[in-house]
């Protein structure tokens, strides 16, 4: 995997984000973004992944569009993530858009080391996620949740249960505890990637530095 380092080396935050081409096409917009709402400085780890299906995806599940199937390598892609983030002197935080929104939220049910979520338009539909959330503790204290507004509007009928499994989580987090938002965008899945992400790890950072 590759990986691409945006913001101030030296900073205390951290942000991790698992990107594919078109999230990198945007990514200088998003760090601007972050960069003009927040007090703190940061660093933005940008991890390019090889194959989105497979890497970004938390266990095996039967193809949803197209006919690549999911191919249940996210623990393979947390283990190198985890090695980024063994200085104990960082707040560490991850993110990210689409099903690496959903990679980001599964990975803090794995491990307590990141203070934070921003899960933009994540692929909450995902065959069986909101189930495991409700069987697991989540190791972080504040997550991010947000949705376009035309997203549930789709032909594909698990696709088009993102709606009910998004606001489902929102229900269970802040149920458990934790500092969670659900925010509305406008427009489908497609728009402002790079705007929807920067909210929400703006949301994110700002939540410990208010």
């Not at 984000?17 to 945007?26: A, I, P, S």
Request: hydrophobic share 40%; aromatic share 12%; charged share 25%.
């Amino acid at each position: 995997m590759e990986k691409y380092e945006y913001g101030d080396q030296d900073a205390s935050v951290v942000l991790i984000q698992m990107v594919d081409d078109h999230d990198l096409e945007g990514i200088e917009n998003e760090v601007a973004l972050i960069r003009n709402n927040v007090s703190s400085g940061f660093k933005l780890i940008a991890i390019k992944v090889d194959n989105w299906n497979n890497d970004l995806s938390p266990w095996k599940a039967p193809a949803v569009f197209g006919k690549e199937e999911f191919g249940g390598g996210a623990g393979s892609t947390l283990d190198e993530v985890v090695k980024l983030c063994v200085d104990e002197s960082k707040t560490y935080y991850i993110g990210g858009y689409s099903l690496a929104g959903l990679f980001a939220l599964w990975s803090a049910y794995q491990t307590d080391i990141f203070k934070g979520v921003a899960a933009a338009s994540p692929s909450i539909w995902f065959p069986g996620f909101t189930d495991y959330i409700k069987e697991h503790k989540i190791g972080s204290g504040s997550v991010y949740l947000s949705l376009g507004d035309k997203e549930e509007r789709t032909r594909n009928p698990i696709m088009a249960a993102v709606g009910d499994k998004i606001r489902e989580a929102h229900r269970l987090l802040a149920g458990c505890g934790i500092s969670c938002t659900l925010e509305w965008n406008q427009g489908n899945h497609f728009k402002d990637a790079d705007l929807r992400t920067a909210k929400a790890f703006i949301w994110v950072i700002n939540k410990f530095t208010e």
